[in-house]
């Protein structure tokens, strides 16, 4: 058993009545079957995304193949296998959660943020190496044009790769701040080996944007891999 009783959510009414509130941590099939519907608009979404990449892709492959071969192979590697490590920490802290170890299941989602930071730090090194070569959103090389752009394709390649990046970027960053949440609402009773669809959901978000990333670092990352070792 848990050493944190589950502590029901109170609302007070006009009248000053207290009631507990039926919400969704006491519906387990609501909370995960709304989720899955929020994770399909996020496939919806990414999909999208690869799917204008591919089509340019198609367009320009010699332009594509080229500005892949100069992002940093070595970092991008790193950071997958640090996103497929907090993956497995944080699928541990649910299970442990499950099974009544609350102590472990916080550890657990100490360490996935702790990794996260880690991918955050990484991607933030990474981007400040592309700029300084001048190759970011804004500068003349991105710029079509100009005596000194790059040629189409590679300013639609890098212009995805920020985008879609950057957009995970922030996805990294919402779930910290949900697994901060997460850690807050288990210290006060509120999650608990009974009531874990909060848990549940988290990793199961998490699962996502591990996901988004499998696959964001073979098409960015990959496809120039013939043409230069290890990139700027």
């Not at 702790?114 to 003349?140: D, M, P, Q, R, S």
């Not at 996901?211 to 290890?230: D, E, K, N, R, T």
């Amino acid at each position: 058993m848990s050493d944190h009783p589950y502590v029901p959510e109170i609302a007070i009414d006009r009248e000053g009545n207290e009631h507990e509130v039926q919400g969704w941590q006491g519906d387990f099939f609501a909370g995960k079957f709304g989720f899955w519907l929020f994770m399909l608009t996020e496939i919806m979404m990414f999909g999208a995304m690869f799917m204008v990449l591919t089509y340019y892709f198609t367009l320009h492959p010699d332009d594509f193949i080229n500005a892949s071969a100069s992002l940093n192979r070595w970092l991008g590697g790193f950071n997958t296998v640090i996103l497929l490590i907090s993956a497995l920490t944080m699928g541990l802290g649910f299970l442990k959660m499950r099974h009544g170890d609350i102590k472990g299941a916080k550890l657990m989602t100490w360490a996935t943020i702790l990794l996260a930071i880690i991918f955050l730090g990484v991607k933030g090194v990474e981007w400040t190496a592309e700029y300084n070569h001048g190759i970011f959103l804004g500068l003349e090389a991105l710029q079509g044009g100009g005596p000194n752009s790059k040629p189409f394709g590679e300013i639609m390649f890098f212009g995805m790769y920020f985008t879609m990046t950057g957009l995970h970027g922030v996805h990294i960053i919402i779930g910290i701040g949900l697994m901060l949440w997460l850690l807050k609402r288990i210290n006060a009773g509120k999650v608990t080996p009974e009531h874990h669809i909060l848990h549940l959901n988290l990793a199961l978000y998490w699962d996502l944007v591990h996901l988004i990333w499998v696959f964001v670092f073979p098409y960015y990352y990959m496809i120039g891999a013939g043409l230069s070792i290890g990139g700027h």
